[in-house]
């Protein structure tokens, strides 16, 4: 009778074992369906955190994340230099994947000298590296990202 005991023990051990792989494929598949939505609805709090607004209309990069450093040179001149930044490139609200991806820097709303560009991975994120740019005519201060 204690074999038998055993028997039924390992028997719901395997059972409970393929329900978690059953919830683990039914969890990447749901995933790999939703993904890229689940990817833009992460981009568009991220960047409303850092104040961007995102329309989902038209053309838009969102700032996943960026070091920028600023320096007045005097003269109203803003140098800046960006590094470590990635982007999310979105048209008409739909992620743009294995797609170059370019973003001008703006200064308090004055574009500067330099675009920077990547191409977006799979996931929709191109890392831009890192820039240096320049505004005239303004003093630093805000740093957007225009398309």
Excluded: K, W
């Excluded at 329309?55 to 109203?76: F, H, K, L, P, R």
């Excluded at 992620?95 to 004055?110: C, E, F, M, R, Y």
Aim: proline share 3%.
């Amino acid at each position: 009778m204690n074999n038998s005991n055993h028997t039924e023990e390992g028997q719901g051990l395997v059972e409970y074992a393929l329900i978690l792989v059953l919830v683990a494929v039914a969890v990447i598949a749901i995933l790999t369906i939703l993904g890229p939505r689940i990817i833009v609805v992460y981009a568009r709090v991220m960047g409303g955190f850092s104040g961007q607004s995102v329309t989902m209309s038209g053309s838009e990069v969102i700032v996943v994340g960026a070091d920028i450093e600023m320096q007045n040179v005097g003269a109203g001149v803003c140098n800046l230099t960006v590094s470590g930044s990635a982007l999310v490139g979105l048209q008409d609200g739909e992620l743009l994947t294995n797609q170059p991806i370019s973003a001008q820097a703006v200064v308090n709303g004055i574009p500067t000298s330099a675009t920077f560009s990547g191409t977006a991975d799979g996931n929709g994120l191109a890392d831009l590296g890192g820039a240096t740019a320049s505004a005239n005519g303004v003093d630093c201060g805000t740093v957007s990202f225009v398309p």
